[in-house]
């Protein structure tokens, strides 16, 4: 069981960074939807929802999305959905439910780096980054490889470009977590491909958009790796790996499947 | 730590536990409409609304819910009512542990989505889970109600 030794509510994000950092175990509780399972102690649970961290900007340029966005908010957001042809609100369709997507947080997701996240194979694909309080900005391609460290994901932005996109998953029933998941883009002549809940976290790999079938999944193979656990075997993973591949690339080229 | 919160429209004032869940405190002031089926966040029986937004009570602090304002199933009055109706007359209830949930998530449903689809309906009622229906008799009852509604 979680328990919880202290809450705070922090009013603005330099409150929560000095109180996160005031204890190695303290933590910043986003959703709290992955942390309620856990059985651990938190001497200090902080909490983002007075940062103004809960709305979607969108300039000329990006979408700027709070951390504290809730996956209904990315599943609804017109604008968003349209530049990559509903392929985030596709992403998060089939995660539990409606009351699920209106508590789990974006920055929760992210910051996790969860294997199984649906999420972060879509945003994977598209030209994003990630805004933390103290390291700044980096690209969310480096940032799945930076180290856990004390630091608050304050945005995700999705800069606005023009491309194709789709997202591919097995559940073994419909709200559950994906076995496998694929995502794709298709920006400047560029594929991007990105496989996630192998079950290890979502990796992306860029590939000439003229680059054949074969190819494409060799690269795939190469850079994205499955394993068993106990959701799925390793040779289950591969088989789904290259036939949601097969299908993502399929749809980002307008081919029949 | 001191919350203060209204629920269904009653101001109330406590000093709770810091990891105390909403779905406890809301049970222990006689809301006990809000039921626990699972303890993963995963069936939905203890959805209440959250300022009109549909949530998982189960897994929100009740600290969270300060400043806010909750409606259970106590509270949602006549709306709760019709659709119990529908659900009666399609025998939708078996042991009715989950329609409490149920009817929330329809209630945020109907404000929110016009004209529904099956698809639709199907696709934001996925959270709430029942286990001796097939939810075949529930999508009938669903599917009347919102029609009579519209009308």
């Known amino acids: 069981m979680l328990k919880i030794q ?17 204890n190695r175990n303290n933590q910043i509780i986003g959703g709290m939807l992955w942390l309620k399972m856990e059985d651990r102690v938190i001497p200090s649970a902080i909490d983002l929802s007075k940062c103004q961290l809960d709305s979607i900007e969108e300039n000329e340029n990006e979408f700027k999305i709070g ?19 509903g392929m985030i609100a596709k992403s998060v369709r089939d995660i539990v439910g409606v009351q699920f997507k209106n508590m789990a947080t974006i920055g929760g997701s992210i910051y996790s780096r969860f294997g199984f996240s649906d999420i972060l194979t879509a945003l994977l694909c598209l030209d994003c980054d990630v805004v933390c309080y103290k390291k700044g900005q980096i690209a969310l391609k480096e940032y799945i490889h930076e180290p856990y460290e004390k630091d608050i994901l304050t945005h995700v932005i999705i800069h606005k470009r023009k491309m194709k996109a789709a997202f591919e998953c097995v559940r073994r029933s419909s709200t559950d977590f994906s076995v496998l998941n694929a995502a794709g883009a298709l920006i400047d002549h560029q594929l991007r491909i990105c496989v996630g809940a192998r079950p290890h976290k979502a990796e992306m790999i860029e590939i000439e958009e003229q680059c054949d079938l074969q190819d494409i999944l060799k690269q795939v193979h190469e850079a994205m790796p499955c394993e068993s656990n106990m959701r799925a075997s390793k040779e289950y993973r591969e088989h789904l790996r290259d036939v949601l591949v097969e299908k993502v690339v399929n749809e980002l080229k307008g081919e029949k499947a | ?40 966040s995963n069936c939905g029986l203890c959805t209440v609304l959250m300022d009109d937004h549909p949530i998982l009570s189960c897994s929100m602090l ?14 949602a009055g006549k709306e709760a009512e019709a659709f119990a109706e529908f659900m009666a007359k399609e025998g939708a209830e078996q042991c009715g542990f989950c329609s409490p949930g149920l009817i929330m998530n329809v209630i945020a449903m109907k404000k929110e989505l016009k004209n529904p689809t099956k698809e639709e309906i199907k696709q934001y009622l996925s959270g709430n889970l029942c286990r001796c229906s097939g939810y075949m008799s529930q999508m009938r009852a669903i599917e009347k109600y919102l029609q009579e509604e519209s009308v």
């Open chain 2, 62 to 75: 009740a600290a969270r819910a300060d400043g806010h304002s909750i409606v259970t199933l106590e509270g």
């Open chain 1, 6 to 22: 202290k809450y705070v509510r922090a009013e603005s994000l330099e409150e929560a960074y000095q109180e996160l950092i005031k």
């Open chain 1, 67 to 85: 951390a504290m966005c809730t996956f209904y908010q990315l599943e609804t957001h017109e604008a968003l959905n349209q530049m990559c042809q």
């Open chain 2, 1 to 40: 730590m001191k919350i203060s919160l209204t629920v269904n429209g009653r101001k109330i004032q406590e000093d709770i536990q810091e990891s105390m869940l909403l779905i406890d405190f809301l049970r222990s002031h006689g809301y006990t409409s809000v039921k626990r089926g699972c303890e993963t």
